[in-house]
């Protein structure tokens, strides 16, 4: 069963939470630091159950039938951007792959494998060393770059069953280098590396979709601007012997322009579709791309910002490293002017700094593109 309740009249209003029919537990403010002081990966280690906050799911409602497999297309970029006559078949899947799924499994990226697989080696390592050296990267419990949990939520939020390493990597002159770990050695090496390398990407997947759009190719990058923002997300979802309670993430919709996701070898990334949840499969040579409510309102809802969640898993852990594109602060985004009809039907409003707007209704369990639409 897949179906959901009660959420076909839901509006973007509603608390996501609401979508998958969770039970929201009650966190007073005080309560919650005290419990995101303390990180997930320890309280496994210590053989500790998930306090009462963690515990956001009806165990009766999750007990269904394996969730089918999303069928999201996997795009040859190397295709797209060659001179051959089957790109344009090519830029049509990527359309159709967007306005259906928001999302896309990326192969002809011009990333090796090799380094896909330091990338994804070089976080285990991070996660796999002594607390103490990681506490050296912490953040506090109110701040979002460094190593730690999300900052606290709005009261009656639930928590993520999860630690992370966030950082801001592009421009340079944003980054915080206390951050950025020693250890691994190789850690900073390969993020520089990572962080060019995503750039390429972007620029061919920027031009891509536009020209799957047919409007002109530099639109997207032109929209997001030079400073356009990039920013490094390493999630280490500890194991749960309660994964029926807890979830990874929550669901939600991203703020961003669009991001990129490398998984590992262990599934539990799920997108919304039509009130169901479909797992995403893991692909060690693709990236998947997913949009973020910024494309939605830039394309004038041709391409869909998709609800996500991750789920635990009770035998292993699970490693992911998201790259957040995101237009430069204090750009103001809106739908483009190719894609606005004869009849001048324009779904969204222009709006500026979407991703702080999206961060403070995140906290309360909401969604903020209801804020865009006219």
């Given amino acids: 069963m897949c179906k959901l309740k009660n959420t076909a009249a839901l509006s973007p209003k509603i608390l996501i939470d609401s979508i998958e029919n969770q039970k929201m537990a009650q966190v007073t403010p005080l309560k919650a630091e005290i419990l995101l002081a303390t990180r997930v990966q320890e309280m496994v280690l210590h053989g500790k159950d998930p306090p009462q906050p963690y515990k956001c799911r009806e165990a009766e409602s999750t007990k269904t039938d394996s969730p089918p497999l999303a069928e999201i297309p996997t795009i040859d970029l190397s295709q797209i951007s060659s001179p051959h006559s089957h790109a344009q078949a090519e830029l049509g899947r990527l359309k159709s792959a967007l306005c259906s799924w928001g999302s896309f499994q990326a192969v002809g990226h011009g990333i090796s494998s090799s380094f896909l697989n330091e990338m994804r080696q070089v976080a285990r390592e991070f996660f796999e060393q002594p607390m103490e050296e990681k506490a050296r990267y912490a953040k506090g419990v109110t701040e979002m770059e460094g190593y730690g949990a999300d900052p606290v939520p709005e009261e009656g939020q639930p928590l993520d069953w999860q630690d992370r390493l966030f950082l801001d990597v592009y421009p340079h002159d944003k980054r915080n280098p206390k951050f950025w770990p020693e250890k691994p050695a190789s850690f900073r090496r390969l993020l520089e590396e990572c962080t060019e390398k995503m750039r390429v990407v972007i620029e061919v997947v920027s031009k891509a979709m536009a020209n799957s759009l047919n409007i002109e190719e530099n639109c997207f990058l032109n929209a997001f ?150």
């Avoid at 994964?243 to 997108?271: C, M, N, R, W």
């Avoid at 893991?282 to 394309?299: F, K, S, W």
């Avoid at 991703?355 to 593109?369: F, P």
């Fill in 225 to 374: 601007g030079e400073r356009a923002t990039l920013q490094a997300r390493f999630n280490y979802y500890s194991r749960s012997q309660f994964p029926d309670l807890v979830l990874g993430i929550k669901s939600h919709a991203d703020g961003s322009g669009y991001t990129f996701i490398l998984q590992d070898d262990v599934e539990g990334l799920q997108v919304l579709k039509n009130d169901c949840w479909y797992t995403v499969p893991v692909n060690p040579q693709a990236i998947l791309v997913l949009m973020g409510d910024q494309m939605e309102i830039m394309t004038n809802g041709i391409f869909k910002s998709p609800v996500h969640r991750v789920l635990t898993n009770s035998e292993r852990e699970r490693i992911s490293i998201a790259v957040f594109y995101t237009p430069e602060p204090g750009k103001e985004i809106g739908p483009v002017d190719g894609l606005v009809d004869e009849d001048g039907n324009v779904l969204y409003k222009k709006m500026k700094d979407y991703g702080t707007i999206h961060w403070d209704y995140y906290q309360k369990g909401l969604r903020a593109i209801h804020l865009a639409q006219i």
